[in-house]
């Protein structure tokens, strides 16, 4: 199945979803990651949910990453250059939502891509391989390229993996790791 109809197809998916199946798979996703050997950097990426998009609660894993006294970095979009800067969040870093939905920092302590040892990264769907599709603007597979290649990378879906390989694209990065509410992938 091609990029776009696999991106309809998993926007469908969710739509049909409640906000209590949201919240309960979102904790369990959480839980999963708990099981995982992923605990023991410094930098973790996290994405904040664009909620129209009914995407992961990621809160729950904000918490774990708190608990466990983790810096937290979360990204900020240039829509001209289809990139994105990166943002320790902090007790006082201001959030505000942009005209896409997404959550970002107004301004704070810059983070270099290189300083990132974990990467929880949002996706529509993804295959038995790692592969992943996204809303289709390349952010984070640019964001990705700039990492160090030791980096993990980790998917967060509702949803179990396509049987079918996805057509990648030279650019695109695979998962290490995808967890959903019912099971971790390893790549």
Same mark, same amino acid.
């Given at each position: 199945?091609?990029?776009?109809? $696999?991106?309809?197809? &998993?926007?469908?998916?969710?739509?049909? $979803?409640?906000?209590? @199946?949201?919240?309960?798979?979102?904790?369990?996703?959480?839980?999963? *990651?708990?099981?995982?050997?992923?605990?023991? &950097?410094? &930098?973790?990426?996290? +994405? $904040?949910?664009?909620?129209?998009q009914k995407e992961i609660d990621t809160s729950y894993i904000l918490s774990i990453l708190q608990g466990k006294d983790?810096?937290?970095?979360?990204?900020?979009?240039?829509?001209?250059?289809?990139?994105?800067?990166?943002? $320790? *969040?902090?007790?006082?870093?201001?959030?505000?939502i942009n005209s896409y939905g997404i959550p970002e920092p107004e301004n704070g302590? @810059?983070?270099?891509?290189? %300083?990132?040892?974990?990467?929880?990264v949002p996706l529509l769907a993804y295959d038995t391989s790692g592969n992943r599709i996204g809303y289709g %603007?390349? +952010? &984070?597979?640019?964001?990705?390229?700039?990492c160090k290649p030791d980096a993990i990378k980790v998917g967060l879906s509702f949803f179990e993996p396509e049987l079918r390989e996805i057509r990648k694209n030279d650019?695109?990065?695979p998962l290490n790791i995808c967890v959903s509410d019912t099971k971790s992938y390893f790549f």
């Amino acid at each position: 199945m091609d990029k776009t109809n $696999l991106r309809k197809k &998993y926007k469908e998916f969710r739509a049909v $979803l409640s906000p209590d @199946e949201i919240d309960s798979k979102s904790i369990q996703i959480a839980n999963n *990651l708990l099981k995982l050997d992923i605990w023991d &950097y410094e &930098y973790y990426h996290i +994405f $904040l949910p664009i909620t129209k998009q009914k995407e992961i609660d990621t809160s729950y894993i904000l918490s774990i990453l708190q608990g466990k006294d983790k810096h937290i970095i979360v990204s900020k979009s240039d829509f001209r250059e289809t990139t994105m800067k990166n943002y $320790l *969040l902090t007790d006082n870093t201001k959030l505000v939502i942009n005209s896409y939905g997404i959550p970002e920092p107004e301004n704070g302590i @810059e983070i270099p891509y290189e %300083k990132i040892d974990v990467i929880f990264v949002p996706l529509l769907a993804y295959d038995t391989s790692g592969n992943r599709i996204g809303y289709g %603007k390349g +952010f &984070y597979d640019r964001f990705l390229a700039h990492c160090k290649p030791d980096a993990i990378k980790v998917g967060l879906s509702f949803f179990e993996p396509e049987l079918r390989e996805i057509r990648k694209n030279d650019e695109d990065i695979p998962l290490n790791i995808c967890v959903s509410d019912t099971k971790s992938y390893f790549f």
